[in-house]
């Protein structure tokens, strides 16, 4: 009995469950068709029903390319649902990463197959692709461009500066404005470099080439040039004349320059003592030039005699009793072979040759009266008896006096230590 029931209770309890899939599953649609749109659908029963959404069918789900199921396979279940999303959704691959000074356009968004292209702010260059394609992967067809600073800064230099300079000047002082550098990427510069004198300068004669450069945060350089040209109106050059010496200020013959001219000893100037060179490059006054001292022995008094002589020459007075005496003819002998040097030195010699009322006083080939002669004698203190030879300065002064014959290098030695001698020989050298 007890064997029996328990063989009843089994088969309830097997046969139920089989009952009830029965009449769920019994070829009648159980979950909502399944409608693909961008896809297709493909699906089999437990026992090949009509219908294709009966509880416990299963579909596979294929997509068109560019498009994506949740799950490539679907079973209806017995809650009347399917087991996943069957949909067909647009494959997108991540949003890109926009450039820094850049950015990007796409035909489609992130969306399969939409085509990117990136771009660079002004000023800056595309480094990388230029373009990205999303792929059915969800990958791109290209990793991310970047944008970089190549381009140089712009700065423009001004003109050509042109300038003359001031009168008695050798320079010009130059001015511009200091050239501003654009950058056409971000607009900052880092550093401006000149090469040549800043602006407001005084720049000498002649063309000077000048530079700017800079420089931007990604050091790219960019550079202009000019020039900058000092002209000097200048007149013809002008030359000592012979016997003499000049000596002018700023460079000689510029505009606005003056030239002195002075005579060695011995000579008197003719024309303009001083000359200046004008705006319309020509010298001022007449040409100058230096003719021998004209001695007037016709004069009353030795000073006066000895006044034509003052600050021009010097004066070596030989005085003997007779033209016959020995230190007299020694002397004039050895200084007829040294004339040059005694021109070199300004020294003009004076002889006074025998004793009143019979002396003869000469300068050379120009003879003087006995009694100016004797006035000299007088009043230079000279002896008429015996030989004797002074030595006057330009300035009047007695510098020397010799009772006995000396050679011409000795005298020299003696005028060359004049302080005065030492200037006399710098100007000479400045006159050739």
Not at 9 to 28: A, I, R, S
Request: hydrophobic share 35%.
């Amino acid at each position: 009995m007890l064997t029996a029931f328990l063989l009843s209770l089994f088969c309830v309890c097997v046969l139920e469950p089989q009952e009830t899939y029965h009449e769920k599953d019994n070829g009648t649609p159980w979950c909502a068709p399944i409608k693909l749109k961008h896809g297709d659908v493909s699906c089999r029963t437990p026992r090949g029903e009509h219908y294709k959404n009966v509880m416990g069918a299963r579909c596979k789900i294929r997509c068109k390319r560019g498009y994506e199921a949740e799950s490539s396979e679907v079973v209806c279940m017995a809650s009347k649902h399917w087991s996943a999303n069957y949909a067909c959704r647009e494959i997108r691959c991540p949003k890109l990463n926009m450039p820094p000074n850049g950015g990007y356009k796409c035909s489609d968004g992130s969306y399969f197959n939409s085509r990117c292209e990136f771009f660079c702010s002004p000023g800056y260059t595309l480094k990388g692709p230029k373009t990205a394609v999303c792929q059915h992967n969800r990958a791109w067809s290209a990793g991310d461009g970047t944008c970089v600073d190549v381009d140089a800064p712009v700065i423009k230099c001004p003109n050509l500066k042109d300038k003359w300079a001031e009168p008695g000047k050798l320079t010009a002082r130059v001015t511009w404005d200091t050239p501003e550098g654009v950058d056409t990427a971000d607009g900052i510069l880092t550093d401006v470099i000149l090469k040549g004198k800043p602006s407001k300068s005084d720049f000498p004669e002649g063309l000077h080439k000048m530079s700017y450069t800079v420089f931007d945060r990604a050091g790219n350089k960019g550079s202009c040039r000019f020039s900058v040209r000092v002209r000097v109106r200048r007149c013809g050059p002008l030359f000592p004349p012979d016997n003499g010496y000049m000596k002018c200020d700023s460079d000689a013959d510029n505009y606005g320059a003056t030239c002195e001219f002075k005579c060695t000893g011995g000579f008197e100037l003719q024309g303009s003592a001083a000359r200046v060179c004008q705006y319309g490059l020509t010298w001022s006054g007449t040409d100058t030039s230096c003719a021998p001292m004209n001695i007037n022995v016709g004069v009353r008094t030795a000073a006066a005699l000895l006044d034509q002589f003052y600050e021009k020459r010097r004066l070596l007075i030989i005085s003997a009793p007779t033209a016959a005496n020995h230190y007299y003819r020694f002397q004039m002998t050895n200084l007829q072979h040294a004339q040059c040097g005694l021109d070199l030195r300004h020294v003009t010699v004076i002889e006074l040759v025998g004793t009143y009322p019979a002396q003869i006083g000469r300068i050379r080939h120009r003879l003087l009266p006995p009694g100016l002669a004797m006035q000299l004698r007088l009043l230079l203190r000279i002896p008429q008896r015996s030989f004797n030879m002074v030595l006057v300065d330009k300035q009047g002064i007695d510098k020397q006096r010799y009772t006995f014959p000396i050679t011409s290098a000795e005298i020299f030695t003696t005028i060359d230590t004049f302080p005065i001698r030492k200037d006399e020989m710098r100007r000479r050298c400045f006159a050739f």
